[in-house]
């Protein structure tokens, strides 16, 4: 079943929907589709995940520098494609360990509930690494980040154009470590059958000499 999102962008798009969306975290070999879901955001877009414009260049060299031994991205495939992500990065250790969250959806599969879906792993995750304090930082015009991050009792504390949302995770359980293995689980035992589900430049021909 095709549904048309609403508030899409651009106007008239219609997208499938969640039936045909994997969450799966990546590994340093998706840096590819990092940077080009990062380069599909609109300008808008940009500006509220990285506080400022960015050139594709910097996106890229973001990518390239990003500590994926310090980081757990989690992406939302629609069809196939990354459309989503939640990046959840350790950013200290002593005396508590903190880590920032930050996220992206692309345009026309906004206000679907994709960003919840991603928070929501992306704190199981750090629940299950023992992190004792999650910082989101957005801009306070970002009403829409704000919205989602009080969902899950977010405290946030607005500064001079800025909100700072702070999440303490709870000690991880039997439960949340079963949540985190039955989500990888879901999202790679299709690869066992159809690699190339995960990874579609598996089914491309080889190169002809
Ligand atoms: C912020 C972002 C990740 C949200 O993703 P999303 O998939 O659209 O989020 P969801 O659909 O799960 O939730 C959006 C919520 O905001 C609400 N919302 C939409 N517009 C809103 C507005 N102007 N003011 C307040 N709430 C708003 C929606 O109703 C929804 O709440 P609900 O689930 O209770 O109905 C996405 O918009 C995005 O990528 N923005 C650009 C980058 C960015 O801002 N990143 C955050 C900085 S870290």
């Given at each position: 079943?095709?549904t048309t999102v609403k508030n899409a962008?651009?106007?008239?798009?219609?997208?499938?929907?969640?039936?045909?969306?994997?969450?799966?975290?990546?590994?340093?070999?998706?840096?590819?589709?990092?940077?080009?879901?990062?380069?599909?955001?609109?300008?808008?877009?940009?500006?509220?995940?990285?506080?400022?414009?960015?050139?594709?260049?910097a996106i890229d060299e973001y990518c390239?520098?990003?500590?994926?031994?310090?980081?757990?991205?989690?992406?939302?495939?629609?069809d196939g494609d990354l459309r989503g992500?939640?990046?959840?990065?350790?950013?200290?250790?002593?005396?508590?360990?903190?880590?920032?969250?930050?996220?992206?959806?692309?345009?026309?599969?906004?206000?679907?509930?994709?960003?919840?879906?991603?928070?929501?792993?992306?704190?199981?995750?750090?629940?299950?690494?023992?992190?004792?304090?999650?910082?989101?930082?957005?801009?306070?015009?970002?009403?829409?980040?704000?919205?989602?991050?009080?969902?899950?009792?977010?405290?946030?504390?607005?500064?001079?154009?800025?909100?700072?949302?702070?999440?303490?995770?709870?000690?991880?359980?039997?439960?949340?470590?079963?949540?985190?293995?039955?989500?990888?689980?879901?999202?790679?035992?299709?690869?066992?059958?159809?690699?190339?589900?995960?990874?579609?430049?598996?089914?491309?021909?080889?190169?002809?000499?």
């Open positions: 079943m095709t962008k651009p106007a008239g798009v219609a997208v499938p929907l969640q039936a045909a969306s994997v969450y799966r975290k990546l590994t340093a070999a998706d840096s590819g589709l990092l940077a080009g879901h990062l380069k599909r955001l609109d300008p808008h877009d940009r500006h509220l995940r990285f506080w400022g414009g960015v050139t594709d260049t390239a520098r990003l500590d994926w031994s310090a980081a757990v991205v989690v992406g939302a495939f629609i992500v939640g990046e959840l990065v350790r950013v200290r250790m002593v005396p508590r360990i903190m880590a920032e969250v930050a996220f992206s959806v692309e345009g026309p599969w906004q206000n679907e509930g994709v960003g919840t879906a991603l928070l929501r792993r992306v704190l199981t995750i750090a629940r299950n690494r023992c992190i004792d304090r999650v910082y989101m930082l957005c801009l306070a015009e970002n009403r829409k980040m704000q919205k989602i991050a009080s969902k899950f009792e977010a405290q946030l504390s607005f500064g001079e154009g800025e909100v700072e949302g702070r999440i303490l995770p709870a000690w991880p359980s039997y439960f949340s470590l079963m949540e985190e293995a039955v989500e990888d689980g879901k999202a790679w035992f299709p690869a066992i059958f159809d690699p190339a589900s995960l990874w579609p430049g598996l089914s491309a021909p080889p190169d002809q000499p």
